[in-house]
């Protein structure tokens, strides 16, 4: 059964059984992922993915459930189970459905060309990515992963008040794992592209990106432990920012995990400091023109130079604050509704990333943490991390530097920013896309030799 088709049985059959507000979020898509080793295809999957989330209000409370098979013994599923949730309610904390925004913003990260893309050509990228990296340096032994991988996926969200939006986005991605060997020295490397275009997709230089890594990290030495300026690459950065996103989620402030609560107009970060939330950013599959409820998205800044102007809110948290949406609802077909961001960055300035690396004089770039999901805490902040980079000395990127961990406080952390770089790199989009300049952080502990 079509889809809409389905949804407006579903909303009579839920009508008719005592359901007063209804909704129902459906989602497609097509996966597609490739990895090769030495020429050969190692691993290979596609497959196709489609459910449909049905909410409604009975009895005042609001009932979930879902499935993955549009048909008609469906719908009784689907009214039965979110009945039968709903009874099992016991807290009054309002779930209100939105009847959708006069006027959304135009954003459709979708792209003919790359859709044409065919899994044949894919597996000939990934087979070329491979021979790329290995041709660098003589140096680089093996591959541990090259992968190539699309996704294409569609969204909408129907409801009872009068809500009817729909999107859709595909994107073409990979990555390559390297590793270096001379004699005993050993060392590993990585990088990834993300593509909406056939013309961006720029195998040599994400090639020639892990094959350096690698080196680097071959050569690399400790150094002596203490506390010591600091500048954070791109990646490093967002990685940071993604792991503690968390804190700027109105929902865990309100629930006690986040020490950001009730911190809106305060000054929490440098002042160089820029975070913002582009819903509408060019060129990302995670750009999108609604949330996960509806609400029409917009730009916002959540750190304004340093001041913490915004949480951000989905229609729950927001009525609980007495405030508007930010339009930072996020759900998948059967979870229940959250936040998240969606390209969310600090801004960058006009300073190269030379200046930034002379403004810092001597100390370490960090290009690489690690252990993120067990050497941070999203409630404290704190944070221990392995890390990779290199020394720099009278402002000049030196020696490599590797078997050290790096230590701080994240929200200590957005106040030690001296500067901030021009060079704005994303990482790997999502549900979320995560970006961030070169920082300039004043101090972080070290533990090396």
């Not at 079509?2 to 059984?17: H, S, T």
């Not at 794992?177 to 590993?188: C, E, F, H, L, R």
């Not at 750190?303 to 604050?321: F, R, V, W």
């Not at 990333?353 to 999203?378: F, K, M, S, W, Y």
Request: hydrophobic fraction near 40%; charged fraction near 20%; include cysteine.
């Amino acid at each position: 059964m079509e889809y809409r088709q389905f949804i407006e049985a579903l909303f009579q059959r839920a009508k008719a059984a005592g359901f007063t507000d209804c909704e129902a979020y459906y989602s497609a898509g097509e996966s597609f992922s490739v990895k090769v080793f030495k020429g050969e295809i190692l691993k290979y999957s596609a497959s196709d993915e489609l459910g449909l989330g049905f909410r409604g209000l009975y009895n005042g409370k609001m009932g979930y459930a879902s499935t993955q098979i549009l048909d008609e013994e469906a719908i009784d599923l689907l009214v039965e189970g979110a009945k039968s949730n709903a009874e099992l309610i016991e807290n009054d904390d309002p779930q209100p459905l939105y009847p959708g925004d006069s006027e959304y913003a135009k954003v459709d990260p979708w792209s003919d060309a790359l859709n044409e893309i065919t899994p044949a050509q894919k597996i000939e990228l990934a087979k070329r990515l491979e021979a790329l990296t290995l041709a660098q340096d003589e140096r680089i032994d093996q591959l541990e992963s090259c992968q190539v991988f699309s996704s294409v996926g569609e969204t909408a969200i129907v409801n009872t008040l009068g809500l009817n939006v729909h999107s859709r986005g595909n994107v073409l991605g990979g990555f390559t794992m390297p590793t270096a060997k001379d004699g005993d020295q050993t060392g590993s490397g990585w990088s990834m592209f993300a593509a909406q275009q056939p013309e961006e997709i720029n195998l040599e230089s994400t090639a020639k990106e892990a094959a350096d890594r690698a080196i680097a990290s071959m050569l690399g030495e400790s150094v002596p432990s203490g506390v010591s300026r600091v500048v954070l690459a791109p990646e490093a950065a967002a990685d940071l920012l993604e792991t503690f996103c968390g804190v700027f989620s109105a929902d865990a402030a309100q629930r006690g995990l986040s020490l950001l609560n009730g911190r809106e107009g305060e000054q929490i970060a440098a002042s160089c400091v820029t975070l913002i939330d582009d819903p509408h950013r060019a060129g990302s599959v995670s750009s999108s023109a609604f949330d996960g409820e509806g609400v029409a998205t917009k730009r916002h800044s959540v750190i304004n130079s340093g001041k913490l102007t915004t949480l951000l809110y989905n229609l729950k948290t927001a009525a609980k604050q007495g405030v508007l949406s930010t339009g930072n609802a996020t759900r998948s077909y059967n979870s229940s509704v959250g936040i998240a961001p969606f390209n969310f960055y600090f801004a960058p300035s006009a300073l190269s990333e030379d200046a930034l690396l002379a403004q810092l004089g001597d100390g370490l770039r960090i290009t690489e943490v690690q252990g993120l999901h067990a050497g941070a805490n999203p409630i404290s902040g704190d944070f221990s991390l392995s890390a990779k980079g290199f020394q720099v000395v009278g402002g000049k990127q030196a020696q490599p530097v590797k078997q050290i961990t790096i230590a701080g406080n994240f929200y200590q952390l957005l106040k030690d920013i001296e500067a901030v770089g021009g060079d704005l790199k994303f990482g790997m989009p999502g549900g979320s896309c995560f970006g961030s300049p070169s920082l300039l952080v004043s101090k972080l502990s070290i533990a090396g030799k």
